[in-house]
């Protein structure tokens, strides 16, 4: 993967997403490597990283804290739980939901005095205005998704938007992949 980025950057990672990536990669990723490679590029300047804190997890406060020692700018909020019925109307489990669409989109928009391109890691189509909203403003967009995972509204958007599917996400290649 290599950017052409045009002036400052900023980068949002939706993580719940993102890790849910490695299902189809068959391999984790490495938030730590992740957050080296995507600082190779000078102008990234910021690098966002949005996760739920489930606060009936000890692990999860640690993985937040983590993810700031790392140099992220960590976005939260808390997980909620949300009850899963079966049809005769026994509960089946508890499913935990954290959206950040919205915030990462405010986000995005708030931030427009300051960066030039924005780069989102994640294929949700509800980002579809804030990217619009963004092209309007002659703003970069990059699109990092998993191949076959990204919003139709997304995948119909054709002006003004760069569409990256990472189709084999080699971690290791980070350490080989500068930016020219």
């Known amino acids: 993967m290599f950017l052409r ?67 992220y700018t960590v976005i939260t909020k808390p997980v909620k739980f949300i009850k899963v019925y079966n049809d005769d109307k026994t509960q089946v489990f508890n499913k935990r939901k954290c ?39 002659n703003k970069q967009v990059i699109v990092i998704y998993m191949y076959g995972h990204l919003g139709r509204e997304i995948w119909e958007m054709k002006k003004g938007i760069f569409k990256a599917a990472i189709k084999k996400f080699n971690i290791d290649l980070y350490q080989k992949m500068t930016p020219k």
Not at 109 to 125: Q, V
């Open 99 to 137: 959206d950040f669409d919205l915030e990462i989109g405010l986000d995005a928009l708030e931030l427009t005095e300051t960066y030039n391109s924005y780069i989102f890691f994640t294929g949700d189509g509800d980002m579809k205005t804030v990217y619009e909203r963004l092209i309007k403003k």
């Open 5 to 71: 980025l045009n002036g400052k950057a900023v980068v949002f990672i939706d993580w719940a997403n993102v890790y849910n990536w490695r299902d189809e990669l068959k391999k984790d990723i490495d938030p730590r490597k992740l957050f080296l490679y995507l600082k190779t590029y000078p102008q990234i300047k910021e690098i966002r990283f949005y996760f739920g804190t489930d606060n009936s997890n000890t692990s999860s406060g640690k993985f937040l804290k983590q993810m700031d020692k790392i140099g």
